[in-house]
């Protein structure tokens, strides 16, 4: 689980729910499938749950070093999955950063 702190150099958006299904189940029908999701090992488990007919590509996000490298390779139209800490113990929260030109530029800055 990363920290939300370095989140905020993207366009990105972090998603709150009881159910972190409902959450995952958001971003995937958002992307039109699961084929479109690189998410984060921890939420492999998660994702078989949700992702029918489609398998998303699971990396370890040590660090967001890796996420800005993934920005880089992928395609525009996918998007980055995996948890943040949340303000609430009851409540899930997933971050979501789409791969965009937006991000793409951000990346390339640096």
């Known amino acids: ?3 939300d702190k370095e989140i905020m150099k993207f366009q990105a958006y972090i998603l ?3 159910n972190i299904e409902d959450i995952l189940k958001r971003i995937a029908n958002y992307l ?3 084929n479109k999701i690189i998410a984060d090992t ?3 488990e998660l994702l078989k ?3 029918e007919g ?3 590509h699971l990396i370890e996000f040590k660090d967001y070093k890796i996420i800005e490298e993934v920005i880089n390779r992928e395609p525009i139209g ?4 995996f948890r943040v800490v949340s303000p609430r113990s009851d409540i899930y929260a997933i971050a979501f950063i789409p791969i965009n030109n ?3 530029t951000i990346v390339s800055k640096r």
């Open 102 to 104: 937006f991000n793409k």
């Open 16 to 18: 709150y729910s009881r």
């Open 42 to 44: 921890n939420l492999g």
């Open 1 to 3: 689980m990363l920290e």
């Open 49 to 51: 749950n949700v992702c």
């Open 32 to 34: 039109e499938n699961c």
């Open 78 to 81: 996918r998007g980055i999955i």
């Open 54 to 56: 489609s398998e998303p």
